[in-house]
């Protein structure tokens, strides 16, 4: 059940407060409460799961959050003035909305879920976005700990996300994404809604566990796709020389031409490369001992 915002307004709070953004955070603060709030319906229905949002900055898309029914929200926020700001939310919400001064790439969320399900809504920080989210596609066990992930990123960056082999914006995000999730883009937010405004459109994207993706280590598909895509324009069997080894008998084992280029490979296709490298890897430590 959604509600009123009794607080003051954000401006009020960032001139309360002295929040000016700050670059070096990659702090762009959104606003416009209708435009939150259409955020955290995105989620989906809230009122049984544990929200975790990265950089909530002032707390607008937190209130959003709470006041859509969110039945508790983990904040995580590396500010401490925006921490200062965001007690006063927490103080009007009693026991739903949990404050954690310190870096979303270290901290350990799933702690944080009071054996509940959880999902993520946030507007996150340019600077570091994606390497938050490869970090939850990496998650192990999976499926996850999370059940869906509603992420706003520059307009760039989720056309990788949902981009399809062959076209100019697939690559390694495309192939992670790809291989663990489901992912779409529900609407766009013009720079005009943040303070100050970025030069760049920014996108709302929403992405699900896949429940059964391929069998694969993680940490060896990022690699993969990393030495690919790193020279794009060349034919696998040169891009990926810098993995070491047998180039062609890698390739040659995955099932793939030595003569392809990484935008025509399939997420299946990167799949078995990666599976091929550690098969590849095993066989040496074995003839090593």
Same mark, same amino acid.
């Given at each position: 059940?959604?509600?009123d915002?009794?607080?003051?307004?954000l401006?009020d709070?960032?001139?309360a407060h002295g929040?000016?953004a700050?670059?070096? $955070?990659g702090?762009?603060f @959104?606003l416009?409460?209708n435009? !939150?709030?259409?955020?955290?319906r995105?989620?989906g229905d809230?009122s049984?799961a !544990?929200?975790?949002?990265?950089?909530?900055g002032p707390?607008g898309l +937190?209130?959003?959050l709470?006041?859509e029914?969110?039945?508790?929200?983990?904040?995580?926020?590396r500010?401490?003035?925006?921490?200062?700001?965001?007690?006063d939310?927490?103080?009007?919400?009693p026991? #739903?909305?949990?404050?954690?001064e310190?870096?979303? @790439?270290s901290v350990?969320?799933a702690?944080? @879920?009071?054996g509940r399900?959880g999902?993520?809504?946030?507007? $996150?920080?340019?600077?570091?976005? !994606?390497?938050l989210?490869v970090?939850w596609?990496e998650?192990?066990?999976w499926?996850? /700990? /999370?059940q869906?992930? +509603?992420?706003m990123?520059?307009?760039?960056?989720?056309?990788r996300?949902?981009?399809?082999?062959?076209?100019?914006a697939y690559?390694?995000?495309?192939?992670l994404?790809? /291989?663990r999730?489901?992912?779409?883009?529900?609407?766009?937010?013009?720079?005009k809604?943040f303070?100050?405004?970025?030069?760049v459109?920014?996108?709302v994207v929403?992405?699900?566990? #896949?429940?059964?993706p391929l069998?694969?280590?993680?940490?060896?598909?990022? #690699?993969?796709?990393?030495?690919?895509f790193?020279q794009r324009r060349?034919? @696998?069997?040169q891009?990926?020389?810098s993995?070491?080894?047998?180039?062609?008998a890698?390739i040659?084992?995955?099932?793939l031409e030595?003569?392809?280029?990484?935008?025509?490979?399939?997420?299946?296709?990167?799949v078995?490369?990666?599976?091929?490298?550690?098969?590849?890897?095993a066989?040496?430590?074995? #003839?090593?001992d």
């Amino acid at each position: 059940m959604s509600e009123d915002d009794p607080l003051p307004p954000l401006r009020d709070v960032i001139r309360a407060h002295g929040l000016s953004a700050r670059k070096s $955070l990659g702090q762009n603060f @959104l606003l416009d409460l209708n435009l !939150t709030r259409r955020i955290a319906r995105a989620g989906g229905d809230l009122s049984a799961a !544990t929200v975790v949002e990265v950089g909530p900055g002032p707390g607008g898309l +937190t209130r959003a959050l709470l006041m859509e029914g969110a039945r508790k929200v983990v904040a995580i926020e590396r500010d401490r003035r925006c921490v200062e700001a965001l007690q006063d939310v927490a103080a009007h919400y009693p026991g #739903r909305l949990e404050i954690i001064e310190g870096d979303a @790439l270290s901290v350990d969320m799933a702690a944080h @879920l009071d054996g509940r399900p959880g999902t993520i809504v946030a507007n $996150l920080p340019y600077n570091v976005g !994606t390497a938050l989210l490869v970090g939850w596609l990496e998650t192990e066990p999976w499926p996850p /700990w /999370w059940q869906s992930l +509603t992420l706003m990123f520059q307009k760039e960056v989720a056309e990788r996300l949902i981009a399809k082999p062959g076209s100019a914006a697939y690559g390694r995000l495309s192939v992670l994404t790809g /291989w663990r999730a489901e992912a779409r883009i529900l609407f766009d937010i013009s720079p005009k809604a943040f303070t100050p405004p970025p030069k760049v459109v920014s996108a709302v994207v929403h992405l699900t566990p #896949r429940a059964e993706p391929l069998a694969c280590h993680g940490p060896t598909l990022s #690699r993969v796709t990393a030495a690919a895509f790193g020279q794009r324009r060349k034919m @696998l069997r040169q891009s990926l020389k810098s993995l070491g080894g047998d180039t062609l008998a890698l390739i040659e084992s995955a099932g793939l031409e030595p003569t392809a280029r990484a935008e025509t490979v399939s997420v299946e296709g990167f799949v078995a490369l990666a599976r091929a490298l550690d098969q590849t890897r095993a066989g040496s430590d074995v #003839r090593s001992d």
